[in-house]
């Protein structure tokens, strides 16, 4: 498809629609016009635009009867552009028309001559702010107001797996809880996305154990030769003072960068027409960009793209050629329907050639949700992934865009292809995942990570795992190790939640009526030995092989905390389970409020030494302001 | 106030409605209205007892009531907001009843609030009176702190927890005279007119505590006063104020994430901002403790 697209555009030079007349703006929308600037007010789509001097110039020039030409002519003269000026002129038409202000009419030639644009030209951009619907009654008849704000009127297709949060569990009933570990972290980006477009999030979109992994915490990293090292607190649970929280904190080798295997990479790029936004596309050039520049000599790199046809537009090419790999990337074009042959089964076959000559094989996944990628049905995808995970080639995946995320097959095609899952909203978190955290995205540490706690019901009466509702086990999955769990990298840091409720305290959670035939037996030593609960690791190493297993009782008294000495790790954490409950609208909300989480985060900053936990609050902020207007 | 369960230790707490001025017998069930003149928008108030219109006028700033209303002519509202179905009042207070329907708040017929809790309308009920009085005034009307500082208006647009609260608290301590915590009423002349509610700001707990305008310097003799600046700042610890100027139309763009009429009026609304942007100066930036950077701030929009 790519060189079609590339025929397309040859066969119809830009300079054929020059003579073509410039679209023209739409009569609806109310412009207001300032020196050097232009606001528009589109009563359609209740959104006011800022367009900066040089747009504003074009947009008054968007007539419908003014040739193209002499626009150009007029760009160079009165602008001073020089021979630039015609893909300038395609750039702010372009823009222009993603924003919907001009008449959508374009003819062919016309089409061309503002597809010829870049993409990437540093032009200033038009910043665009959503005026809030109109508000509609809030019913607060069942505590918690049930309205939502609507996603906008535009065609959208998200979807998201419904989420059924786990309720508290009777330990005389169900002692033995036993989860995968999960280190995506869509969900808080994704999150991220929708309050600064100025809406709430569906609420399944909201996977807390994904907010709380996405943030670093200070656990130390475990001792020589041990690829992962397990902390625990306990301490008053904030928004139920008589209930505690337990904090686990799941920390992994940190491997310095340079001495990394080698890596051996296959991106595998959707470059179908919905992949022609700003934020599709041009970013995730760029967040490969980002990339290219930490390669190594000895890392290898290719690409292969899919949408009306699958091709390898990059072969496997080492890292210490990094203009070639920057040369394939500005090649890249959006355009063409997801139809992609054999796009995947070509990535997996140059990532096991790749692999064969070393280092591990994983496939890079990155599109907005269209998985059209040449198997006849998501089973048979699946199988593949599942079946190249065999063969120790693993599958991650980067979500772009708006309107199209398939949030819940995204998370589940990088599950199964022992992968992880990110969505890249901005070139910042491009950085995060492909940068920053690039040890912990791209080389495992370990494999199908489990745990299992047994609690001590003298101790704890119930028990609730907050989050990681996709992640359960059954209690015998935890020793069988054909049973696929979670990957932890290089870095990684996991953390889980559970709210406990202490024997002996008042519970407002709703159990089971007593069983008439159970005999009550005598408490065992052990569990009157201050033992809260039994806490068991299994992991396997990199490259397969028979599982290692690690366990530590949890005595009360090494794990419980003073409400008022609990650690910057416990309350941040603490602060991002409110906030994703809260978003969740969750029936266990208890005391939990906005005012709760900011001020839980805001006693953390001393610690966010790269702005995340700034970035939260400010998230917080706008949460409140939205469910206020709600 | 909002009225209690019936307790008889809260006898004494059937008020008379000070709002008045229709309700004359001392039956606590008898309908009530009261009647506001504010940004230009002339609104009724109406509850079916004294008690519970009480609760709703506690919201209102004083200097809004007004004790005469021309009925000769027939309605003279520009909104009418009624609430229906409060529970009946007992000789001491609410009457519980398992039937009792949820209460309502109507804003021109149109259910604004559901709530079972009456106390849940009255919290809300402050957002729903601005949100009726912005979407018909032909005032602006912002989330924002407003001080008066040598005769002209600091402007400070933000959103909950943004901070503004205790940056006014800290230019009051400073000498500046309270206008309001939570939002900006600016007339046609582009002057900022007071809103004198309490101030609201979170303790070490996260609790509000509320401080009465006069304590912080209001008075009725506060006018209505030109802007001497819009300030958009956001709170980093241990920052320094720091602020850039924005053009017109960017200010307008971002006064428009705080404006009330946004939602109801965006074209007038978009007009207004860029009238007022045209003549005062917006300026974004970060800001670190309220108290050491308030000299700047005051020095940044004099």
């Known amino acids: ?630 | 106030m909002i009225p209690q369960a019936c307790d008889h230790r809260n006898a004494s707490s059937a008020t008379p409605c000070r709002a008045k001025p229709c309700h004359a017998t001392p039956c606590p069930n008898t309908p009530c209205h009261a009647d506001l003149h504010a940004l230009g928008v002339r609104v009724r108030l109406e509850a079916a007892a004294p008690q519970w219109l009480d609760a709703l006028c506690d919201h209102v700033p004083a200097g809004w009531f007004v004790r005469e209303t021309d009925m000769s002519r027939g309605p003279t509202w520009d909104a009418r907001i009624r609430w229906l179905d409060t529970p009946p009042l007992g000789p001491c207070g609410p009457v519980e009843a398992s039937s009792q329907r949820p209460s309502r708040l109507l804003v021109n017929d149109r259910a604004v609030i559901v709530a079972r809790q009456p106390r849940d309308v009255v919290e809300r009920f402050e957002h729903e009176l601005m949100t009726a009085l912005a979407a018909r005034s032909r005032w602006l009307i912002l989330h924002a702190g407003v001080v008066v500082h040598y005769g002209r208006a600091l402007v400070l647009p933000g959103r909950s927890f943004a901070g503004k609260s205790t940056l006014v608290r800290a230019l009051v301590d400073h000498g500046a005279t309270y206008y309001s915590d939570d939002l900006a009423a600016i007339d046609p002349a582009g002057r900022v007119h007071a809103v004198p509610r309490p101030l609201a700001l979170r303790n070490r707990d996260s609790r509000p505590e509320h401080f009465a305008p006069r304590e912080l310097g209001w008075t009725e003799r506060c006018v209505a006063r030109p802007i001497a600046g819009f300030l958009l700042v956001h709170y980093r610890p241990g920052a320094r104020f720091a602020a850039a100027r924005l053009t017109p139309g960017q200010g307008a763009m971002a006064l428009f994430a705080h404006a009330l009429s946004a939602a109801t009026a965006p074209e007038r609304t978009l007009r207004q901002l860029i009238e007022l942007t045209a003549k005062a100066p917006v300026l974004r930036g970060e800001r670190g403790e309220a108290n050491v950077d308030v000299e700047r701030i005051l020095t940044a929009l004099s």
Not at chain 1, 215 to 227: C, H, L, N, W
Not at chain 1, 465 to 488: H, T, V, W
């Open chain 1, 1 to 630: 498809m790519l060189q079609g697209h590339t025929e397309a555009l040859t066969a119809e030079p830009a300079g054929a629609a020059l003579g073509e007349l410039m679209p023209a703006k739409r009569s609806d929308l109310v412009v207001e016009t300032l020196p050097d600037e232009t606001l528009v007010f589109d009563p359609r789509s209740k959104t006011a635009h800022r367009l900066p001097d040089l747009v504003a110039w074009v947009f008054a020039r968007a007539d419908g009867v003014t040739q193209i030409l002499r626009v150009v002519r007029a760009m160079r003269a009165e602008r001073e552009l020089g021979d630039d000026a015609p893909e300038v002129l395609a750039e702010i038409l372009a823009e222009l028309t993603r924003k919907g202000l001009l008449v959508h009419d374009l003819g062919s030639s016309r089409r061309a001559f503002m597809r010829q644009t870049s993409l990437l030209a540093a032009l200033p951009a038009i910043t665009s702010i959503v005026a809030p619907g109109p508000a509609a009654a809030v019913s607060i008849v069942g505590g918690i107001s049930p309205v939502v704000r609507a996603l906008p009127e535009c065609s959208n297709t998200e979807s998201y797996a419904a989420i059924d949060e786990n309720p508290f569990r009777d330990t005389s009933l169900h002692p033995v809880s036993t989860f995968a570990v999960d280190v995506d972290t869509a969900s808080y980006s994704n999150v991220r996305r929708f309050l600064r477009s100025g809406q709430l999030p569906p609420v399944d979109a909201v996977r807390v154990e994904e907010m709380l992994n996405y943030f670093r915490y200070d656990d130390p990293e475990p001792a020589d030769g041990i690829p992962l090292a397990c902390h625990a607190e306990m301490s008053e649970c904030p928004w139920q003072p008589n209930h505690r929280l337990l904090r686990l904190g799941l920390q992994s080798q940190r491997i310095d960068s340079l001495s990394l295997p080698r890596r051996s990479l296959v991106f595998l790029l959707d470059v179908s027409g919905s992949m022609n936004a700003p934020d599709k596309l041009p970013l995730l050039r760029a967040a490969m960009g980002l990339l290219v520049e930490t390669l190594r000599p000895e890392d290898q790199i290719a690409i292969a793209v899919y949408a009306g046809a699958a091709g390898l537009v990059l072969p496997p090419t080492p890292g210490s050629q990094a203009p070639t790999i920057l040369a394939a990337l500005d090649e890249l074009q959006a355009g063409g329907s997801t139809n992609g042959g054999a796009g995947i089964e070509l990535a997996y076959n140059v990532a096991a050639r790749m692999a064969r000559q070393g280092g591990h094989g994983r496939v890079i996944l990155a599109t907005d949700g269209d998985f059209n990628v040449g198997m006849a049905s998501p089973g048979e995808l699946v199988r593949l992934i599942e079946r190249e995970r065999q063969r120790g080639i693993f599958l991650s995946v980067l979500g772009f865009g708006t309107g199209n995320l398939k949030d819940s097959t995204m998370e589940q095609l990088a599950d199964r292809g022992n992968g992880n899952y990110a969505y890249i909203d901005s070139l910042a978190e491009a950085r995060k995942v492909l940068v920053r955290e690039a040890g912990a995205t791209l080389h495992t540490v370990a494999r199908d990570v489990k745990i299992q706690l047994e609690w001590n019901p003298h101790e704890v009466q119930a028990y609730r795992l907050i989050g990681y509702e996709n992640r359960l086990l059954a209690r015998e999955d935890f020793d069988d190790d054909s049973k696929d769990a979670g990957e932890i990298g290089s870095g990684h840091h996991v953390t889980a939640l559970y709210e406990v409720i202490e024997s002996g305290q008042p519970s407002s959670a709703r159990g089971a009526s007593p069983l008439r035939y159970q005999q009550t037996a005598e408490p065992s030593e052990l569990a009157t030995s201050g033992e809260l609960a039994h806490l068991k690791l299994r992991y396997q190493p990199p490259a397969g092989g028979p599982s290692q297993l690690t366990t530590w009782p949890l005595q009360r008294s090494n794990v419980q905390a003073p409400a008022t000495a609990t650690s910057d790790d416990f309350r941040l954490a603490a602060g991002v389970a409110s906030f994703g409950m809260l978003l969740r609208r969750s029936p266990h909300l208890g005391a939990a409020s906005w005012q709760l989480a900011h001020g839980l985060v805001t006693s953390t900053l001393a610690g966010d030494h790269a702005g995340y936990r700034q970035e939260l609050m400010e998230l917080i902020e706008e949460a409140s302001s939205l469910a206020d207007q709600a």
